[in-house]
């Protein structure tokens, strides 16, 4: 079966501007989680949506934001860009949120903020 | 969530067994002991988990003592497509759910040289 797909796989842009990632999840998957991963930070927990709504948020400033379509889909949107915002952002999706052995990551999309 | 480590780096040869160590002297009654690969520019996937003495799979071996203070990740005979991050997370009950909420430490850089 098909994974996790994210899109687009590279970005780049400009400080101030926002932008929006999005993440198909695996059939079937009601949960998507998003992380955001920096070398100085490592993986980073961002927030989880589950069934269109928002389940779980991590320690982020109120620019990342994120929301769940009714076929799972999910996007994460970060405004006004900082060159702190450069990362690897990740998406998980899991059957029904549980944890650990249940998610599945995609390959990522590289934001770079210049 | 308790918290995890791990060596920062191991290096190994192609054939060799390599065993990664995470100390967990937190670790919580209904914790259980996830491990995760990741290779760059991609998303962790998950290797094995477990809770108590020892789980096995076609990829990996998990031992984990009886005080389950530590768990030890067993990779036998790795190549050189083994060479990634190793991530152990501890945390919840797989069968209640995590809300997505996965704790990564810094995890294992392993380099396995031909």
């Known amino acids: 079966k098909a994974g996790v797909t994210q899109t687009p796989r590279y970005l780049i842009k400009t400080r101030g501007q926002q932008v929006t990632l999005s993440c198909s999840p695996i059939?079937?998957?009601?949960?998507v989680s998003w992380y955001q991963q920096t070398p100085g930070q490592g993986l980073q927990f961002l927030f989880e949506y589950f069934s269109e709504t928002q389940r779980n948020k991590g320690n982020f400033p109120g620019r990342f934001s994120g929301r769940q379509f009714s076929n799972s889909r999910s996007e994460m949107n970060v405004s006004t860009l900082e060159l702190g915002d450069s990362a690897l952002y990740l998406c998980a999706s899991s059957l029904e949120g549980r944890a650990y052995y249940g998610y599945t990551f995609g390959s990522g999309t590289r934001l770079t903020v210049v | 969530l308790a918290k995890t480590t791990q060596p920062i780096s191991m290096d190994s040869y192609e054939g060799q067994e390599v065993n990664i160590t995470c100390s967990h002297n937190n670790i919580a009654t209904n914790d259980y002991i996830t491990w995760y690969q990741q290779f760059p520019s991609q998303g962790p996937r998950f290797i094995i988990q477990g809770y108590k003495t020892k789980v096995t799979n076609e990829v990996a071996s998990l031992f984990i003592p009886a005080d389950r203070k530590s768990s030890t990740l067993s990779l036998p005979r790795v190549s050189l497509s083994d060479t990634a991050v190793y991530y152990c997370?501890?945390?919840?009950?797989?069968?209640?759910?995590?809300?997505?909420?996965?704790?990564f430490g810094k995890g294992t850089k392993l380099s396995v040289k031909p």
């Open positions: 059939s079937g998957h009601r949960s």
């Open positions: 997370l501890v945390g919840g009950d797989p069968r209640e759910g995590s809300q997505g909420n996965l704790i």
